[in-house]
């Protein structure tokens, strides 16, 4: 552990992770249900370290998804720099919650960023139609429970 507490190796790896279960390729049938790794993965170091992991982090691993995804460069990382931001705003009352409750939180803070994110392909033709886009939402949330209980017990070790 470092004097900030937290050891940045874990950080790193678990991004890197996070990194390549985004951008590794699935059938369409299941891409559709990815679940929002790398802003999961925001989510907890922001609530588990908010005094290190922050809007400017988030903001640069989501810039970094851009370029990996070949996407609009900027998308990610505003969607991430808002998702690290209401963790922040939000943090001493999700560290109360039940785990499904915040699992319901992780539904809701990224449903939001996949909200902005649709509103921008809108903006710029390539919008998808009906509330399909919000899948990735619904499956982060399934996984919060598996993967904060997880990275609890890892960081334990």
Known sequence: MTALGMDWRWLFVTCFC???????????WLAVWRPEWLAITVFYWTLRSP??????????????????????LGVNGL????????????QQRLRLFPIFQQSFMVFMVIGVGLMIEQLLRSVTGHSVA???????????????????VFMEKLLRK
């Open 18 to 28: 996070a990194f390549v279960f985004s951008v590794i390729e699935l059938p369409l």
């Open 51 to 72: 005094a290190s992991v922050g809007v400017i982090f988030a903001w640069w691993v989501g810039i970094l998804l851009d370029v990996l995804e070949g996407k609009l």
């Open 79 to 90: 969607i991430l720099a808002m998702t690290a931001y209401l963790v922040l705003i939000l």
């Open 130 to 148: 009906g509330f399909g886009y919000l899948l990735p939402a619904v499956s982060s949330a399934i996984c919060w429970p598996v993967l904060s």
